[in-house]
């Protein structure tokens, strides 16, 4: 990871106490349900709640009602176990299907993931080993992507024997396109283009970077965790966003996670391969008779949460989500109208639902703004204030929260 570590590498001592959980200890008689449960409403006192207007900063939301029916009907679900669970198979494979059309690639294969981490994971491995197919495992497996690009691949490369290479971003915090493509080489293992980034919603020029790579035989991940359930809906609106899907010649995979604006709960991502080769070489032999080989990370997996995201694929149809989708940008407009009237500079034009703002100490506010109980949160790479429109906001409560902004600013109007 490029995180440097905050202290000593190998602390010898007893760690300090503040390390150590301050909770409660595991009782040796159990305790009443009632006590449990009151316990619990204390631990959970200072939680928010996604549709109580203080949360600015999530690309995650309360799922659909009947994503959550779903879900807890269903949380025992062992995607892990299809002899005990054969529902789950099917609904992985018309999850599957469905992610599939929403972008653009009907027949594409796919595996239903705890989320986009896992996902890009999972891409990324199956790139690693169709490299070292081609090119042996003796040479460096070199991944580019932009530094627009999600931090889980920070993790993945902390992972996985890859060599990542980050590409400066233009000034729309889109990868530099002129910067990347003379990097792309026969012999790249893979190029990763994100299609709304989880930092400023900037989405990278898929086609041009596509383009390019295929003419060269590498393929290209997109990483769409953010962006899925938004980019194809805003394009059915007429938005001029570039396409994202599997249609782009040269597109080999992507990720999507249905549990930011799709309306599932978490944990539910899904990553989708164009080219069956692929998540066949992330096959994993099960040890057990009748059971299925793996092709995720996690073995036993969320089935709770995939018939959920099921369920509300099925309920919102893509009628719904472009509904949901041209509320969003609505509201986008409103904060940004909102913003600029109250004397902040936006920076750049937002292309999705993440807003970001120029601020001399962005932090500051932030804090402001936390101690009254709002969440807002700041890019720290890009040194923007950002925040982030989801459906469980509404006029009012945007009304509310540029005023606060405002006046944690030094009292402007
Ligand atoms: N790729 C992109 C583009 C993402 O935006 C994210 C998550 C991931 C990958 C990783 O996905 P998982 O978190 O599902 O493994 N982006 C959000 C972010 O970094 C995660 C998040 C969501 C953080 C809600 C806080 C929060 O309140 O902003």
């Known amino acids: 990871m490029t995180t440097p570590p905050t202290s000593s590498p190998c602390p010898t001592g007893p760690r300090p106490a503040e390390a150590r959980t301050s909770g409660a200890a595991l009782p040796e008689q159990g ?32 799922p659909l009602p009947i994503a959550e029916r779903v879900f807890a009907a269903h949380q025992h679900a062992n995607l892990g176990d299809n002899r005990i669970f054969p529902s789950l198979a099917r609904a992985e494979a018309e999850v599957t299907a469905m992610l599939a059309e929403l ?3 009907p027949g594409a294969s796919g595996v239903a993931t705890s989320g986009g981490t896992e996902a890009n994971l999972l891409a990324v491995l199956a790139a690693l080993r169709r490299h070292q197919r081609c090119f042996g495992t003796g040479g460096p497996a070199r991944i580019l992507l932009g530094d627009s690009a999600h931090f889980s691949f920070d993790k993945i490369a902390a992972l996985l024997p890859v060599e990542v290479v980050r590409v400066p971003s ?11 493509l003379p990097l792309i080489t026969p012999d ?15 989405v990278d020029d ?38 994202i899907g599997l249609s782009v010649p040269g597109v080999t995979s992507v990720t999507l996670d249905p549990h930011k604006y799709g309306g599932a709960p978490i944990p539910a991502g899904h990553v989708l391969f164009r080219d069956e080769e692929d998540p066949a070489a992330l096959r994993t032999a099960s040890h057990y008779r009748g059971t299925f080989d793996h092709h995720a990370l996690l073995g036993t997996r969320p089935g709770g949460a995939l018939l959920a995201t099921w369920a509300a694929l099925r309920a919102q149809g893509r009628g719904g989500y472009r509904v949901a989708v041209a509320g969003l940008w609505e509201r986008r407009e409103l904060l940004v109208r909102l913003l ?9 034009r937002p292309e999705l639902t993440v807003v970001t703002v120029r601020h001399p100490a962005p932090e500051k506010l932030v804090d402001e703004l936390e101690r009254q109980g709002l969440i807002a949160s700041v890019a720290r790479r890009l040194g923007l204030l950002r925040l982030v429109v989801h459906w469980h906001q509404d006029d009012r409560q945007l009304r509310r929260l540029v005023q606060a902004l405002a006046e944690a600013d030094g009292g402007r109007p």
Not at 42 to 48: F, G, N, S
Not at 190 to 201: I, N, R
Not at 208 to 237: K, M, Q
């Open 31 to 62: 305790l009443p349900a009632d006590r449990v449960l009151a316990d619990l409403a204390e631990l959970c006192a200072d939680d928010h709640d996604y549709d109580d207007g203080t949360v600015f900063n999530s690309i995650c939301s309360t």
């Open 103 to 105: 972008m653009d690639g």
């Open 170 to 180: 233009d000034e729309r915090l889109r990868v530099d396109t002129a910067r990347l």
């Open 188 to 202: 790249t293992a893979l190029v990763v283009a994100t299609a709304g980034s989880s930092e400023s919603g900037a």
């Open 206 to 243: 898929v086609p041009a970077i596509a383009g390019h790579a295929a003419a060269l035989g590498v393929p290209v991940h997109v990483d769409a965790a953010t962006g899925g359930f938004l980019v194809p809906l805003a394009r059915d609106l007429g938005e001029p966003l570039p396409a």
């Open 340 to 348: 600029t009237e109250a004397g902040f500079e936006i920076a750049p």
